[in-house]
């Protein structure tokens, strides 16, 4: 790959069909979605505007993907702020590493080692599940919305393959969406403004990262 092209996710026409009326839901509870524009968090090319917050073995760009490779449980903080946004990412584990742990992190503070916020959850285990660091632990799935969280992410994680993670937050509202399809739905979140961030859990291996994307509505009115 050269440079920054981005590639389409290619969703099964069913899947793409519930995305779309789960997106038109959340856009009439009350953020516009027609006006706002996609900001690139990763230029394709470099690590610019991405910081670790702390010592890592592996963090460079190549091929138009981001490589992250640590022996220990690592941040990588993007300078991007947002409140109220849509995020999306491509994202392939090692497969070598039956345990590895990655995530997507999003409305993050604080300064050096973990941060807090919140979590997209990337692994075999409870991907697009949303884990507060420092803020509760595990908001979705939780004892009470297990079994339903296990007939949503059924046989929906590629560990092999290229997986599309998709977070939307408004307000104390977030949903995740895996490979096109609703995972988490829930109004548990602390209504604040953060930073974007990946993870290694230290557990071997590189994760590689591309299509970073997001945008920002905080500042679109809501509708009547």
Avoid at 66 to 93: A, T, Y
Wanted: with cysteine.
């Amino acid at each position: 790959m050269q440079g920054w092209s981005p590639e389409p996710v290619l969703v099964p026409m069913k899947i793409w069909s519930i995305y779309i009326l789960a997106v038109t839901a959340f856009t009439s509870a009350g953020i516009s979605r027609t006006t706002t524009k996609w900001v690139s968090l990763f230029d394709g090319k470099s690590t610019a505007n991405w910081t670790p917050r702390t010592k890592v073995e592996l963090f460079e760009a190549k091929g138009g993907e981001l490589h992250l490779f640590s022996k220990r449980n690592v941040w990588v903080i993007s300078n991007q702020k947002m409140k109220n946004f849509e995020v999306e990412c491509e994202v392939i584990i090692p497969q070598d590493y039956p345990g590895f742990n990655s995530g997507l992190g999003f409305r993050l503070s604080g300064g050096d080692g973990k941060p807090k916020g919140y979590q997209c959850e990337i692994d075999r285990a409870k991907p697009a599940g949303i884990y507060g660091i420092g803020m509760g632990g595990w908001l979705y799935p939780d004892k009470s919305t297990q079994t339903e969280y296990q007939a949503r992410t059924q046989g929906l994680f590629s560990a092999d393959q290229w997986n599309h993670f998709r977070v939307i937050c408004d307000g104390q509202k977030v949903q995740t969406y895996l490979n096109g399809k609703l995972v988490a739905d829930t109004s548990d979140l602390q209504d604040i403004s953060g930073h974007f961030g990946i993870q290694h859990h230290g557990k071997g291996g590189t994760v590689r990262f591309r299509n970073l994307r997001a945008r920002d509505y905080s500042q679109q009115a809501a509708k009547p």
